[in-house]
């Protein structure tokens, strides 16, 4: 019987090492199957944090350029109303011209008108 005892607590310690084993298998089993759990739900959670945070972008992106537009048509429309004011400029340096010429016609005509007018 001596020798039946060491096999058996040999055995023993064995079957509790690999239960043992086996136990601490499975928990790390379960821990890597929580870990893969958070890991895809804080992907997902990110993809959609992502997606949201590009939508937000892109709406502000689409209201600045909208706002570059309207700028854009402004500016347009003060260099239609530039081009316009210069040419009535032109135009009124043109009439000027004219008037300064007929007021010199008339003054030498009026000169000639004088100064042939024995009265004067």
């Not at 939508?55 to 316009?84: F, G, N, Q």
């Not at 007929?102 to 030498?108: C, N, T």
Request: hydrophobic share 40%; aromatic share 4%; net charge negative.
């Amino acid at each position: 019987m001596d020798q039946l005892k060491l096999p058996i607590a040999l055995v023993v310690a064995m079957v509790l090492q690999i239960s043992g084993g086996v136990w601490w298998v499975s928990q790390q089993a379960q821990t890597i199957s929580q870990l893969q759990k958070t890991v895809a739900e804080m992907s997902s959670r990110m993809a959609i944090e992502e997606n949201v945070n590009m939508k937000r972008d892109i709406t502000e992106v689409k209201s600045r350029i909208l706002d570059i537009h309207e700028e854009i048509d402004d500016m347009w429309e003060m260099e239609t109303s530039l081009s316009m004011l210069l040419t009535e400029q032109i135009k009124l340096k043109g009439r000027l011209s004219v008037i300064e010429k007929e007021l010199e016609f008339f003054e030498r005509d009026h000169k000639k008108l004088t100064d042939s007018d024995p009265m004067h």
